[in-house]
């Protein structure tokens, strides 16, 4: 049994009020989902982008993991919302894991976010093609 | 500790009864007890008859003979001394030994590291509610079996097994039988002169004496015996040597007396607190209890929930200090390997919380940790992948 982890307050923020946590209003031109999980993590991420035109308008997220990636989650919708699509592609993570302080033993758990991004960018360059 | 924290990890040490620290704090003033207890001068003898008077303290909370009772660090090194030595000093009638895989890691590492070095352990599983069946034990036994291990009062369940049966089982082979009764002594009634228990190891800090200070209780009778693992001084029987703790051992002894006389209250006000804290969260969709619910010291609750994860119920329950049952540090991301030898799944194992509560916790301390435990998982399930809800 190990006791909980040191958290910033950004973390415990993000984590008690996770705004974007939910799902998206269907009145986007485009609803992107992605579906990523590990189970040797614990985790499960459930994304959506709302896309108009080449912006993305809204984001959301379910999730069920630490509340290093809840906190990271959110952290990521603030940022992208109303940032072109492409956004998605050049998603850097680090600077959430700065802001969170995310220890460096919870890496793997942030990569899934990466992983999630990256789901959405294909699906959105798919429904392109 | 914030003032504003509510301790619910009474199973991981408890907080130290204000009785002990006064006679610690005797000791540590000047002119206290200070000098080494092992000196044949006046003070060193004045030392000598303070760790004597905690020695008979101890063994009258035990039900044994005070030269019984061998000081060490805690349960940890009474564990190791117990197994160890042992597994040493009948080697020469055979190398085969007995434990489960749910006992406390300073018993199964310490089994593991006796089966690196030529013995042959068995494994016993648990029943689902984390209970030794007698049967199977009775079974497993050897022509060269010399060793059992099985612990009184799980650390992360609080399932108590029954030693007095798994001792008799043993004594009838001459088999030596230990138990780490960690979570026990000072909690339970112990009558040892009367339990067919041949090792115990015990700590102070779990019945509110002092961290790093424990004991190994040897019973007195032929073949019962350990090897030293450390090596120095005579102290201790020449079993564990090392210049005594004067102040920690004067804790102890007070801690055990204290225990003694308010043992009964202690049960009580421990069942009366399980029981307000399962009432207010049973309700809760798809919430398990973990291990027998009969079999089990009130003063433990270890519960899971489907859907969440253990580390956000971790933080979601704060300012209440609970155990959980995810090792969320770790890069493993492993869950309690207690509980999923009773079955659990992973993701259940590690969305265990393990609430332990005692003497100074109130029922306010309750009422939090179940407004608090109720809005976690609601606030976890409510913003968790509606397909893994699990609920």
């Known amino acids: ?129 | 500790m914030s003032a504003a924290a509510v301790y619910l990890d009474f199973a991981a040490t408890t907080p130290i009864d204000p009785r002990v620290a006064d006679a610690m704090q005797s000791c540590l003033s000047p002119g206290g007890a200070f000098a080494n207890p092992a000196s044949i001068h006046i003070a060193g003898r004045a030392s000598a008859a303070l760790v004597e008077q905690a020695r008979q303290r101890l063994a009258d909370l035990l039900g044994a003979e005070p030269h019984c009772l061998i000081w060490t660090s805690g349960a940890t090194e009474s564990d190791n001394l117990a197994i160890a030595g042992a597994a040493g000093f009948r080697a020469h009638r055979g190398k085969h030994l007995i434990t489960m895989p749910t006992e406390h890691k300073a018993v199964t590492e310490s089994f593991r590291h006796l089966e690196k070095s030529g013995y042959d352990v068995t494994w016993l599983k648990p029943d689902a509610d984390g209970l030794l069946a007698i049967d199977e034990l009775d079974a497993q036994l050897r022509e060269d079996t010399q060793l059992v291990s099985v612990m009184q009062v799980n650390n992360e369940t609080g399932v108590i097994q029954d030693i007095q049966r798994i001792g008799e089982v043993c004594r009838a082979r001459d088999i030596l039988f230990h138990t780490d009764a960690a979570q026990s002594v000072g909690k339970l009634p112990l009558n040892l002169s009367e339990m067919p228990i041949d090792l115990l190891s015990l700590t102070a800090h779990k019945f509110h004496g002092p961290q790093g200070i424990g004991a190994l209780y040897i019973a007195d009778r032929p073949g019962c015996k350990v090897l030293p693992i450390m090596h120095g001084g005579g102290q201790e029987r020449r079993l564990r040597p090392g210049s005594l703790p004067v102040h920690q051992i004067v804790g102890a002894g007070t801690a055990a007396g204290i225990a003694r006389d308010q043992m009964a209250d202690d049960l009580l006000h421990a069942a009366t607190l399980r029981d307000r804290l399962w009432r207010g969260i049973r309700d809760v969709p798809g919430i398990l209890c973990n291990g027998s619910t009969d079999h089990v010291y009130p003063g433990i609750l270890n519960v899971s929930v489907p859907g969440v994860e253990g580390e956000s119920l971790m933080l979601g329950l704060e300012p209440v200090c609970a155990a959980s049952g995810s090792a969320c540090n770790s890069t493993s991301g492993e869950s309690s390997y207690v509980l999923r030898a009773l079955g659990r799944s992973d993701a259940l194992a590690q969305s265990a919380i393990r609430f332990s509560f005692g003497r100074t916790t109130t029922k306010n301390d309750i009422d939090v940790a179940i407004e608090r435990y109720r809005w976690a998982v609601d606030h976890l399930r409510s913003i968790a992948p509606l397909h893994s809800a699990g609920c």
């Not at chain 1, 031109?29 to 590990?38: K, Q």
């Not at chain 1, 982008?49 to 912006?55: E, K, L, N, P, S």
């Not at chain 1, 592609?89 to 460096?104: C, G, H, K, R, Y």
């Open chain 1, 1 to 129: 049994m190990i006791a909980t982890a040191a958290y910033n307050e950004a973390v415990r923020r993000h984590f008690a009020d996770p705004r974007h946590a939910g799902d998206l209003p269907a009145d986007h031109e485009l609803t992107l989902v992605a579906d990523v999980s590990e189970s040797a993590e614990g985790a499960h991420i459930v994304m959506s982008a709302g896309i108009r035109g080449d912006t993305i308008a809204g984001m959301a997220f379910r999730v069920r993991g630490c509340p290093h990636l809840i906190a990271a989650l959110e952290l990521a919708c603030r940022k992208l919302t109303e940032q072109p699509v492409a956004s998605l592609e050049n998603f850097d993570s680090a600077n959430i894991t700065e802001e969170l302080s995310v220890p460096v033993e919870k890496a793997g758990r942030i990569l899934l976010l990466e992983d999630a991004l990256a789901m959405l960018w294909a699906r959105y360059a798919g429904a392109a093609d």
